[in-house]
């Protein structure tokens, strides 16, 4: 019995700690690119370009999508991090087979996220994926900068979908409207050439996370 009130007191402390954390410290968030996300230049993308990625191009992808993540999330009592210990993590990776509940493939998915509640959670982008969308949604003329840079964009504002789901987990709703970043797929222009604003997340974002001081 004495070991039980111990385990129960023990649970309440860690509760009331990611309580604690929550209301008075930004949370971690980790956005990240896995070494070899780049690797190989996929046969589309570099037909596009005129040639593989460049490290300047890498760095400008890195750079556009970080951005992107940190304007969405402004105001908001959350630390985006480039480690890998943080509370909740997106990973961008060369390529992912996510599978549905049935472990049937979802080809070509942009990218997917678990949420463990108070454990945090994690997730991964499909860097061929959207790179390719990026080049299929091309305004004429658009010049090899831009295409870069819209790769970086629709990186970055995948990152943002899917940290909504990890922060509002059972509460995160998909949106109809293809000009906001709760839109269900990456597979639109606005993704990686448009602007994005927020639907209905904001707010419940704003209710869970807190402003930032």
Sequence with gaps: MRLLFVACAAAVA???????YGAE???SASFAYDDSAFEPTPDDLAAALGGPLTDGDRQTIR????????????GLR??????HRAFWRIRVVSSIVPRT???????????????????????????????LKAVLY???????????AAIGRGIGRSAVHEFTHL???ADSRHSGDESTYEFESADRISQYYGQLR????????EQKLGARQ
């Design 138 to 148: 091309r305004p004429p003329g658009a010049s090899r900068e831009e295409l870069v």
């Design 25 to 27: 410290s930004p949370i």
């Design 14 to 20: 860690v509760l009331g700690g990611l309580r604690w």
């Design 101 to 131: 509940m049935n472990d049937r493939a979802m080809l070509s998915a942009a990218g997917t996220s678990y949420t463990f509640g108070p454990l945090g959670g994690g997730g991964f982008l499909n860097f061929t994926t959207l790179a």
């Design 63 to 74: 750079a556009v999508s970080r951005v992107e993540v940190e304007q969405a999330f402004a």
């Design 167 to 169: 922060m509002l987990g």
């Design 198 to 205: 927020w639907a209905d997340a904001r707010p419940l974002l």
């Design 78 to 83: 959350v630390r985006f991090v480039d480690g």
